[in-house]
């Protein structure tokens, strides 16, 4: 007789997509070589629970990118550019999603330029041509890209000038406050639970997280919070302006001074909204935004 196989399952599609996310992650430098990954600020930063972020942690691992040790669980061993088709198995080229992931960071570094063609994506990126044209309309959707009257593409105004920041800010202390007093707010303990703890690890030196990093575990605060509204609008704005703010403020948006006080902002925001006090829920959430608005 012989023996039971003890090969692992095969990933799943979410798992391999956020393996091949977070290897791109690393190949950005968001993740700085000996750094420690936390499981908890990973699962606030994609947004998923802890076994998809084990599993895909483990197929990272594998490609020699990052370590395991016992105890003390994973740190970056390659900062290297990884080979995303190998962590994908099959895959071929970008998803959808990686693709509008790319070309949002890469404006934001200025590595594109501002009008540019669907036959320049495909060649950047070894995207297929159906998926290129879903992510353009996908960006579009967002606010992100227009279509040019004659041919191509452009990247729609952003958050380019101190005016339109402002303009940004005191948009959303009227549309996140209101969020918060909706009378179909509802929160989700679990995702409550898991964003406090990505923020506390902050607070206390575990996770070792660069600007980038830290701009995405904010702006799923952000989004976190409209989705709870229960007001689908109120949750499409607050995703409309994250996708701005990414364009303008990604690359250092946060000094690690104004990161900690923004997480401890962020906490007594999550501890009003567990008492069940959304009225000053919204108070604190107006003040941390009219603060951010005066350090930017």
Known sequence: M????????????????????????????????????????????????????????????????????PNSGYTVANAGTPDAAALAGHAAGPTQDELCRRVVEDRAARALPETFSERDLIARYGAARSVVAKALVQLSADGLVEKRKGHGWQFAPSLANAQALAESYRFRMTVECAGLLEPTFQAD?????????????????????????????????????????????????????????????????YHAARSIDSSREHLQILAAIESGDQEWAAQLMRQHLKTSLQLS
Request: charged share 20%; aromatic share 6%; proline share 6%.
């Open 2 to 69: 012989s023996a039971p196989s003890t090969a692992l399952p095969r990933p799943t599609p979410l798992q391999v997509d956020l393996a091949r996310r977070l290897a791109h992650d690393i190949a950005a430098g968001r993740y700085p070589q000996g750094s420690h990954l936390s499981e908890q600020a990973l699962c606030a930063h994609y947004q998923v629970s802890r076994t998809p972020i084990r599993a895909a942690l483990r197929l990272v691992a594998q490609q020699g990118l990052i370590a395991h040790r």
């Open 189 to 253: 303990p679990q995702a409550l639970a898991r964003m406090r703890a990505a923020h506390e690890a902050v607070l206390a030196g575990e996770a070792d997280m660069p600007a980038h990093a830290f701009f995405d575990l904010n702006a799923s605060f952000h989004e976190l919070l409209a989705r709870f509204s229960g007001n689908r609008y109120i949750l499409q704005a607050v995703q409309q302006q994250n996708q701005l703010r990414r364009l303008e403020e990604h690359r250092a948006y």
